[in-house]
Every structure is written in structure tokens, then in C-alpha cells.
């Protein structure tokens, strides 16, 4: 499911948000691909469950301990992937404010070059924006969608290209202006 660069990017992304929001609890959503079990492998459906993912930079740790701190929460998290998000919610009863998710405001997608999926994921890729896939009875082209409203304060999206990594932000632009972002990262 994860790989390497996986949890070198979520601990880059981790550090950058310790950075910008100086919170110590760092707590960033991701989404699982929800087909664990064999008995869902031919249904219908969408079957992503999110996890919660906490880094805590508190102390600051050498960017190699943060790592290995990192590697063991996404080890735990893959353990129980499978532990809907919505009983988790129900289970911890955190105060609700139905404005955001009640665990976490941040996510963090990583598309992984998964054999069995073949050359759809090129559909995600900036530099692969005129490719065609044949996909069955299926001619698969990549469609630009400009930015859209989000589910969440910021999004980072990473996707493995065959020789590098490719990142977007999605973020809600009432709560993030460009000019005070940059102005912490000169």
C-alpha cells in the first residue's frame, strides 16, 4: 500500500505544517484503499476509508528520528486501515463543529505507480497531459479541472511519476493568502 517515499514526503509535509502553524500535534487525514478484503474485490463502490496520521515534532528531533516516527505511525495505521473512520469519531466523541472533520483539517494523498493499474495513473501526471489510455472498450484521456472547492483546510496530493514525484496543494483560500505562506518560507 505505502511505500518509501511515502513516509518521506508525509514527514516533509509533517515538518512543513509544524513550520508554518508552530502546533506540536500534527494530525493529517489519508485516505486507504479500502480493499482489504477479498470478499470486496468485485463490488461496486467506494470503499476509501481515511486514517488519521500524527507526527509530533515536539523537542525538535533530528529529520531522521521525526522519519522513524513517521514509518511506525503509518505501520500502525496500515495495522488498522480497515477500522471505519466514522466509529473511530463515534468511539472519541470529540467536540463537533460540523464547519470541518472532526479529527483532522489536513489530508494527504499519495497515488502510488501500482502495476496493476497499469498507465492510468499517467492520467494524474503534469507532464503526461497527452496521453491516451486504452482501457478495455475504454479511450482514457487526462481532463484539467480547474481548482475546486475541497473538504478540507489544505490537501497535499503527491503522485509517483515513473522518474520523480509530482505534488499539487489544494487549500481553502480564506484561510491561506499566498503572500503570508511565503513570508515565513523566504
Not at 511506525?72 to 471505519?84: G, L, M, R
Not at 494527504?108 to 495513473?121: A, E
Not at 472498450?137 to 480547474?146: G, M, Q, R, S, T
Request: with cysteine; glycine share 4%; aromatic share 12%.
Amino acid at each position: 500500500m505505502y511505500n518509501l517515499f511515502l513516509h518521506d514526503a508525509l514527514a516533509t509535509f509533517q515538518v512543513l505544517l509544524h513550520r508554518y502553524t508552530g502546533a506540536e500535534d500534527i494530525l493529517v487525514g489519508s485516505p486507504g484503499a479500502g480493499r482489504q478484503q477479498t470478499k470486496f474485490t468485485r463490488a461496486v463502490g467506494h470503499f476509501a476509508n481515511s486514517v488519521v496520521l500524527r507526527g509530533n515534532p515536539a523537542d525538535n528531533p533530528t529529520f531522521k528520528t521525526f522519519l522513524a516516527q513517521i514509518r511506525q505511525t503509518v505501520q500502525e495505521a496500515i495495522a488498522h486501515q480497515d477500522y471505519p473512520i466514522s466509529l473511530l469519531v463515534k468511539r472519541l466523541q470529540p467536540n463537533r463543529d460540523l464547519s470541518h472533520n472532526p479529527l483532522f483539517q489536513v489530508s494527504f494523498v499519495y497515488l502510488q505507480r501500482l502495476k496493476r493499474f497499469g498507465k492510468i495513473l499517467d492520467l494524474f501526471l503534469p507532464e503526461e497531459i497527452d496521453v491516451e489510455i486504452d482501457c478495455h472498450d475504454l479511450k482514457l484521456k487526462p481532463f484539467v479541472i480547474p481548482q475546486e472547492e475541497g473538504n478540507f483546510d489544505l490537501t497535499l496530493k503527491v503522485v509517483e511519476g515513473s522518474k520523480s514525484l509530482f505534488a499539487d496543494f489544494k487549500y481553502n483560500t480564506d484561510l491561506f493568502d499566498a503572500r503570508s505562506w511565503m513570508a515565513k518560507f523566504p
